[in-house]
């Protein structure tokens, strides 16, 4: 009976929920590094648990949504404080500590690791096919928080209503040059994703690609993400139009992770990962 | 020793008279020598004079004598009779001036809440009187803590952060759009003294390419010599200018807006998304609102900028309770070191004035003590020694007693007066004084 940390890290993060609030909206400085202290000893505590986890369970440890919810909350969690070591600025942290801290509570109430893998699906490849999504999933995550704070942003000086939180955020360029910068990581990450699922569907069904649910709708994730790319890289859009795209990703990507109710209705690749 | 105080400023009296107590740096110096010139009470002075307020500060054994000396050297300096500013002075005796002053250092009492100038014009006061000598320990104290309250009260709180300014205001924003100025350009339309006050902050901020335009060439080529790097555009290349900067400052006279949306519009599409920030400081304005509708457009004109300033003045104010929190905890800390300037070597004298009595007495007797025995001697030695411990007992546990209770000062000088004690004036730093003598 293994000792479950997973209240000790959400109360962490409800720590650095309250202290990042404070930092954007309390005294300039005073709560800067408690917010950091607080998220980064839940990810301390994260890590080590869920590699446990893993090791425990294997495979199992990823099944359910449970166990996706707890593995993109760590992932944001890591991507989200290595930028905010670079940016020097903990604004950001409004948004992803809550994000954080409701991700854990969900999978605190939904029991993961539920399910056994069909025999046919022992691969070595799951390691690449799944881990590399939630990675690039926290990625495209935090480039829409981004975007979330750039439209803030900007609505504000443009109305020129400029409150004294959002002086606390980061300059307008640097927020969207970090979503293009996010993106710019995880898109690699989420095109293996796809690809090492295709391998892995042609090795075991000799098919590469079968147009289930999960399937179809992490392509058009995909696309949306390419879409945002081609036109800021190519086309140099920039500004509302680009962080729009953003959040409609990011939509896809919430949609993407809970089509499993679709995916049931088919004989599907997914079925066997409980909702 | 007492702190005084006698001043006015711009809250209690209007300009035309503030002004007859406006005092010149030269002016300052030669005040504060015959304030403090040996015969009169006061033992140490100081004199802060600025176009806001002058206030003068001394150290005086005696209060009453004190003010009577200040205030007659303050209506010596004012050519009107007193009872043009008499409801304009105020006083602060020793806590109180302590307190104003530190307020004074940390801009709570400036127009500009947390202005810094105020500092430097605290410290420059102080210099003035170090110089003339004037300046002693309880002074030197005052105003070295008085600097440190003002450091303080500025880098732990916001009474001083955010711009108050139209033009920092405008390069507050401009770091709010594009965060590192250093690669960015500037481009100059018109010229004038908000441009140059413009420029400066640009360049404080780290804007190091300029672009001038000018519907005057010579005008344009002659602001862009004055600056390290910068480059004169001729008037009708000026969508050139705009294609390349990224702030445009903007201050003609022109009567109508020299920038309009349809103009912008295909600026815009060169610069492909390229944000633009523009400072229109001119009235009439030379930018049109509407090129605020482009995307990548950001317009402040004067009025959007002084809403920023008035924000930011607003913020100021609510520091006010933090900085005067900084400014009580600062008072006490004087206050203990203030005190304890009376009581310690009062008692140190107080003890040396006593033993003193003792060893006279024994060595005019000494003739005949010499004819005892040793153990005669001790015993006279002992029972002296025992009634001088024994009279400085209780004064000396109730001075530090008063001193506990805020009210050492007073006891200190009864004790002073009442035994005829002579307190020399010990070190910077304090330290053991010499042989108090009793009369």
């Known amino acids: 009976m293994t000792f479950n940390l997973l209240p000790f890290i959400i109360a962490l993060v409800g720590l650095a929920v309250v202290f990042y609030s404070l930092t954007v909206f309390g005294q300039k400085g005073k709560w800067d590094s408690s917010a950091s202290f607080a998220y980064w000893a839940s990810a301390a505590l994260h890590a080590p648990h869920a590699a446990f986890h893993v090791w425990r369970e294997g495979r199992a440890a990823f099944l359910g949504g449970g166990a996706a919810a707890e593995f993109l909350s760590l992932g944001m969690a890591v991507v989200y404080l290595i930028t905010e070591r670079k940016f020097k600025n903990r604004s950001f942290g409004l948004v992803v500590a809550p994000i954080s801290f409701l991700a854990l509570t969900f999978s605190y109430f939904h029991k993961s690791g539920v399910g056994e893998i069909p025999v046919e699906l022992n691969s070595p490849l799951f390691y690449v096919h799944v881990p590399v999504f939630i990675l690039g999933y926290?990625?495209?995550?935090?480039?829409?928080?981004?975007?979330?704070?750039?439209?803030?942003?900007?609505?504000?000086?443009?109305?020129?209503?400029?409150?004294?939180?959002?002086?606390?955020?980061?300059?307008?360029?640097?927020?969207?040059?970090?979503?293009?910068?996010?993106?710019?990581?995880?898109?690699?990450?989420?095109?293996?994703?796809?690809?090492?699922?295709?391998?892995?569907?042609?090795?075991?069904?000799?098919?590469?690609?079968?147009?289930?649910?999960?399937?179809?709708?992490?392509?058009?994730?995909?696309?949306?993400?390419?879409?945002?790319?081609?036109?800021?890289?190519?086309?140099?859009?920039?500004?509302?139009?680009?962080?729009?795209?953003?959040?409609?990703?990011?939509?896809?990507?919430?949609?993407?992770?809970?089509?499993?109710?679709?995916?049931?209705?088919?004989?599907?690749?997914?079925?066997?990962?409980?909702? | 020793m007492h702190i005084l105080l006698l001043g006015i400023n711009h809250k209690t009296a209007p300009v035309e008279v503030r002004e007859k107590f406006y005092l010149t740096e030269e002016r300052v110096a030669g005040c504060l020598e015959s304030l403090v010139d040996g015969s009169g009470p006061a033992k140490e002075g100081v004199i802060l004079s600025t176009c806001n307020r002058t206030e003068f500060y001394a150290a005086a054994d005696a209060l009453k004598e004190g003010y009577n000396a200040l205030d007659g050297f303050v209506s010596g300096l004012a050519s009107v009779p007193r009872s043009g500013y008499r409801d304009s002075i105020y006083r602060g005796t020793n806590m109180e001036a302590v307190r104003r002053l530190f307020a004074v250092a940390a801009g709570l009492d400036s127009m500009i809440v947390g202005e810094g100038q105020i500092l430097g014009q605290v410290r420059d006061a102080h210099r003035i009187a170090l110089a003339a000598g004037t300046s002693g320990k309880t002074l030197n104290r005052l105003f070295r803590q008085a600097v440190h309250v003002g450091k303080r009260s500025r880098t732990e709180t916001g009474i001083a952060r955010n711009a108050v300014s139209v033009s920092s205001a405008a390069v507050g924003l401009a770091c709010q759009l594009f965060g590192d100025l250093s690669r960015k350009q500037a481009l100059l339309i018109g010229a004038g003294k908000m441009t140059n006050l413009a420029v400066k902050h640009l360049k404080s901020a780290g804007v190091a390419r300029f672009l001038v335009v000018n519907r005057t060439f010579e005008r344009a080529r002659d602001l862009a010599s004055r600056l390290p790097d910068a480059e004169a555009i001729p008037f009708e290349s000026m969508n050139e200018g705009l294609e390349r900067a990224d702030i445009v400052i903007s201050s003609t006279g022109a009567m109508r807006p020299i920038v309009d949306k349809a103009m912008m519009e295909p600026i815009m599409r060169v610069r492909r998304g390229r944000r633009l920030f523009f400072v229109d400081i001119a009235v009439p304005r030379d930018v049109d609102p509407a090129v605020n509708e482009l995307e990548h457009c950001f317009v402040y004109d004067i009025d959007d900028l002084q809403g920023v300033v008035e924000e930011n003045l607003g913020s100021r104010r609510q520091e006010v309770e933090r900085v005067e929190a900084i400014i009580e905890n600062e008072v006490e800390e004087f206050r203990k070191w203030f005190s304890s300037l009376d009581v310690a070597p009062?008692?140190?004298?107080?003890?040396?004035?006593?033993?003193?009595?003792?060893?006279?007495?024994?060595?005019?007797?000494?003739?005949?003590?010499?004819?005892?025995?040793?153990?005669?001697?001790?015993?006279?030695?002992?029972?002296?020694?025992?009634?001088?411990?024994?009279?400085?007992?209780?004064?000396?546990?109730?001075?530090?007693?008063?001193?506990?209770?805020?009210?050492?000062?007073?006891?200190?000088?009864?004790l002073k007066t009442l035994f005829g004690l002579n307190v020399p004036e010990t070190a910077e730093t304090g330290g053991e004084g010499e042989e108090g003598e009793a009369t």
Not at chain 2, 370 to 390: C, D, H, M, P, W
């Open chain 1, 138 to 275: 926290a990625f495209f995550s935090l480039a829409f928080v981004s975007s979330v704070f750039y439209l803030l942003q900007e609505r504000a000086l443009k109305s020129k209503k400029i409150h004294s939180w959002v002086r606390r955020f980061p300059p307008l360029q640097a927020v969207d040059d970090l979503c293009y910068t996010l993106v710019s990581i995880g898109f690699p990450m989420i095109t293996l994703g796809i690809l090492s699922g295709s391998v892995w569907s042609w090795l075991v069904w000799s098919r590469v690609w079968s147009w289930e649910p999960k399937e179809t709708l992490s392509l058009i994730t995909w696309l949306v993400f390419a879409v945002y790319l081609h036109g800021r890289y190519l086309r140099g859009w920039r500004g509302r139009r680009t962080n729009l795209i953003l959040i409609v990703g990011f939509v896809c990507i919430l949609i993407t992770y809970h089509s499993l109710p679709l995916s049931l209705m088919q004989d599907a690749k997914h079925t066997f990962i409980d909702p």
């Open chain 2, 346 to 414: 009062t008692l140190v004298a107080f003890r040396k004035s006593i033993e003193g009595i003792r060893e006279a007495e024994l060595s005019r007797h000494s003739a005949k003590l010499e004819r005892l025995t040793e153990e005669q001697k001790n015993l006279v030695n002992a029972i002296t020694s025992g009634l001088v411990n024994k009279i400085l007992h209780c004064p000396t546990h109730a001075l530090k007693e008063a001193d506990l209770r805020q009210d050492g000062s007073f006891y200190a000088q009864a």
